[in-house]
């Protein structure tokens, strides 16, 4: 899909609100958000087709220019073929034209960026982990999500009601004034919008291009490095020497006695058996969803903590320094791994980046995963060669100086700040500075959406192709990417 690019003065937000379907509408529901898994498995299977034949056919001795063509994963590619699909597969035979189009235009998005994934993590062109090729969607594990981009998608002007193409109006669970008043000032303007069925709810998020002045925060030349932990959730020192604690409030542990209790209750219920057909009981049902009541209020309670704990250190320091965690493989500790989970190491900074970016304009500066904040001495600078992580109190052998471990480390990622803006190359800017790691050859940050095909093309030869064009070189583009499948 083309990626939206705001106005000057004007942000892209997100607005999520709960909803309360009725029966019928949540049956609608169900059934819209199913088609996007269908539309993906149809993608993947029709253009996984192509590979295999292929594959046999050069079993049989059949040269390259003998062999089926590549079958084309772009998403135009995807809707046209889905469109001659669609009338005569039986998969979708007597239901398709139930739901509105945009639900399986979902699901071949999904499935053009999957595979768009899979073939630059096999060039090299993708960081992280390996990318295998895309499977199929199973339909008890699958997430039931929807986009609607086009057609009627607005906010009433009651406040407590929501229109959606194809599904008509919903009420919603809670007020929606926090967006309808921008968007009768003129001040917001919605994009599209996702539903969701996560946590037993159905949820439904605006994008909107909202008007938003930004906000001066209370101290902007003091600096704030951010020590982040298990046992206290956060310890920030600011560049005037001032030290806070932020106790971790470790929602997941105080649950953890009647989540075992509720567990142990379904346990004894009679449960569905996939090998057998056997169907779940009502009391089954019943226990599964009271367990999953405290599995949703821990998720409530920690995105709470985590909004409140965030938006207070964005609106009062000029500069936030926080650490570059490895935290996929802090979680390969099983000693450690549920208590970083439930800290949401990983969702702290990501909060922060948007929230200092978007609402302040102030810095955010990652230091780098290599840096010995826990093992400098934040008085005078020496450097200790090994500081186990039992060891809770700081002991300077040059200057003496006794603090504690975290504060310690606190201090000398607030001093970082200073590194950053004389360029010293300690510490880099998330925002500007270049990534430290470059695994097999990655040049650019992951896309979460495709990029402007003008742009594209632009980059690649200087001019705008027509639009044919564009998708016979895209096309061409993926077959190359797949010589060495």
């Known amino acids: ?17 709960a909803l309360d379907p009725n029966a019928s509408q949540e049956t609608a529901l169900r059934s819209h958000c199913g088609a996007p898994r269908a539309a993906y498995n ?11 034949q292929r594959k046999a056919e050069e079993t049989y001795g059949i040269a390259e220019a ?7 994963w772009s998403l135009p590619s995807l809707r046209k073929a889905f469109n001659e699909a669609k009338h005569t597969d039986s998969r979708f035979a007597g239901w398709w034209e139930e739901n509105s189009k945009e639900a399986y235009s979902t699901g071949l998005a999904n499935a053009a960026a999957a595979f768009d994934n899979y073939a630059k993590s096999k060039q090299g062109k993708r960081r992280g982990r390996r990318m295998g090729s895309p499977r199929f969607k199973s339909k008890r594990k699958a997430r039931l999500a929807c986009r609607f981009t086009t057609g009627t998608i607005r906010v009433d002007t009651g406040g407590r009601h929501v229109t959606l193409p194809r599904l008509g109006m919903i009420r919603t669970h809670e007020p929606t004034v926090k967006l309808l008043g921008r968007v009768q000032a003129g001040t917001a303007r919605i994009l ?12 439904v998020s605006f994008q909107a291009e909202v008007r938003r002045d930004l906000v001066r925060v209370a101290r902007p030349d003091v600096a704030v490095g951010i020590d982040l932990g298990v046992k206290t959730l956060a310890v920030m020192a600011d560049s005037t020497g001032e030290i806070r604690t932020v106790t971790n409030p470790k929602h997941y542990d105080a649950a953890l006695k009647r989540l075992r209790r509720a567990s142990r209750t379904m346990s004894r219920r009679r449960g569905p058996d996939r090998r057998t057909g056997q169907k779940p009981s009502r009391r089954w049902e019943k226990a599964n969803a009271q367990r999953n009541n405290v599995h949703h209020r821990v998720a409530n309670l920690r995105e709470d903590a985590l909004h409140k704990l965030t938006t207070a250190v964005t609106a009062e320091y000029g500069t936030v320094v926080v650490e570059d965690l490895n935290v996929a493989g802090m979680l390969r500790n099983r000693r450690l791994a549920r208590r970083i989970a439930d800290a949401g190491f990983g969702e702290i900074r990501r909060r922060l980046a948007y929230k200092t970016r978007q609402r302040h304009a102030t810095r955010l500066v990652a230091a780098d995963r290599w840096y010995p904040s826990s093992k400098t001495c934040s008085g005078c ?10 060891i809770r109190t700081y002991e300077c052998d040059a200057c003496n100086l006794v603090i504690d471990r975290d504060d310690n480390a606190a201090l000398n990622l607030a001093a970082l700040a200073v590194a950053c803006t004389t360029g010293t190359g300690v510490a880099g800017d998330q925002d500007t500075a270049p990534a430290a790691s470059n695994p097999r050859g990655a040049d650019r940050k992951t896309r979460a959406t495709r990029p402007r095909r003008k742009a594209e093309a632009g980059r690649a030869g200087g001019a705008t192709l027509p639009h044919q064009q564009q998708t016979e070189t895209r096309d061409r583009t993926q077959a190359e990417a797949l010589t060495l499948w």
């Not at 003998?66 to 084309?72: A, H, Q, V």
Request: glycine share 8%; charged share 20%.
């Open 192 to 203: 599209s919008a996702t539903v969701r069925h996560e946590r037993g709810r159905w949820f």
């Open 66 to 72: 003998g062999l089926t063509e590549w079958r084309p």
């Open 1 to 17: 899909m083309k990626k939206f690019r705001p106005q000057p003065g004007f942000q892209v937000q997100a607005f999520r609100f």
């Open 42 to 52: 149809w993608a993947v299977g029709w253009v996984t087709a192509s590979w295999w």
């Open 381 to 390: 600078g020496a450097v200790k060669a090994k500081l186990p992580l039992h």
